[in-house]
């Protein structure tokens, strides 16, 4: 088992770490790019197991890449994993890589300091971005938007179901600077019985933090083009932390790994399909209930992995 280093364990606890290095052992030899580095706690795993690799990492947060730890083998540039191509014009680069991870979600440095605005659980300035390519904070974005624009956004990225009463108790009490602040108010919207399943903020939180990181369409976009940065034989592992993540990578591996669904008594194909991808994972991954355990941030994890099998 590949344990992760002190210096891991306090920026950012790896989650499902010997899967990840198995899955992407058909790139032992080659180059990966791990394009949530984090703390990087999958690319040191990576690099332990495998002499020869060879490992990009992007990271969209400058913390995260100040922190990088160094090995000759390893390359660290802050960038959004959306941009891979670009990444990948540099000359130092190969145009296709044999191996892609995507850990996504917040680290736990991200979480754990307080003035990134993350948390609800403690007084921060209301930020929550990851980094510079994000173009507002999260304070601009709940003192200046209207509140059916705030509805939605709770409704959409958190799957909210009080967004209206919170989207209208937050324009009814704005001005806010602190996460505390803005915690209270939202605990306040939500009716009493529905303050016992977790914290009454968690969802809107969530969905402050997806809207201000643009998180879904960097993933929409990155599985929409950004795949094709992989090599034939190349793998894909995705880990998501939530169903609306979930659900982009499920139904764009499908839509790249669907074979033929003509009738088999037509002479030749009618509905185009020409997979690209297949599956390695028919259901999602999960971990482990020991690692859920020690880690109770893995607790929501789903991995799902893929092979590029054309070009
Ligand atoms: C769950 S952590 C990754 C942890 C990492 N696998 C490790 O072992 O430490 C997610 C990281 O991805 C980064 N991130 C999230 N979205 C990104 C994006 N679109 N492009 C680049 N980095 C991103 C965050 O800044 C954060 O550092």
């Not at 703390?39 to 400058?62: C, E, F, M, N, T």
């Not at 993933?219 to 659900?247: C, K, N, P, Q, W």
């Amino acid at each position: 088992m590949v344990q992760p280093t002190p210096r891991d364990k306090g920026y950012h606890t790896p989650v499902m770490v010997d899967e990840t290095v198995s899955w992407l052992e058909t790139a032992a030899h080659g180059w990966i790019v791990d394009g949530t580095f984090g703390g990087g706690g999958h690319s040191r795993a990576l690099l332990d197991r495998y002499d020869d690799v060879r490992i990009i990492g992007l990271d969209r947060d400058p913390d995260a890449v100040a922190n990088a730890f160094t090995d000759d083998r390893l390359f660290v540039i802050g960038a959004n994993y959306r941009d891979i191509g670009a990444v990948l014009d540099d000359p130092l680069f190969p145009d296709v890589v044999d191996g892609i991870l995507l850990d996504l979600g917040v680290s736990s440095h991200q979480l754990d300091v307080a003035d990134r605005g993350f948390s609800y659980h403690t007084a921060g300035p209301l930020d929550m971005r990851m980094g510079p390519d994000a173009n507002r904070s999260v304070g601009e974005l709940i003192n200046t938007e209207s509140e059916d624009e705030l509805a939605r956004i709770l409704r959409t990225y958190g799957e909210e179901r009080f967004a209206r009463r919170i989207a209208g108790a937050i324009v009814a009490n704005r001005p806010f600077s602190t996460t505390t602040d803005l915690a209270s108010c939202v605990t306040d919207a939500v009716p009493a019985p529905a303050r016992r399943a977790g914290h009454p903020a968690r969802r809107t939180f969530q969905a402050l933090r997806i809207a201000v990181n643009d998180e879904l369409n960097a993933l929409s976009e990155f599985m929409a083009t950004g795949i094709d940065t992989l090599a034939v034989g190349g793998r894909l592992v995705v880990m998501s932390y939530h169903s609306l993540e979930d659900r982009i990578v499920k139904r764009a591996l499908t839509k790249r790994s669907t074979t033929c669904t003509c009738p088999p008594d037509l002479p030749t194909c009618v509905c185009g399909a020409s997979p690209d991808f297949v599956l390695l994972t028919r259901k999602a991954i999960k971990p482990s209930q020991q690692e859920i355990e020690e880690n109770q941030r893995s607790r929501s994890a789903v991995m799902r992995v893929a092979e590029r099998i054309s070009a």
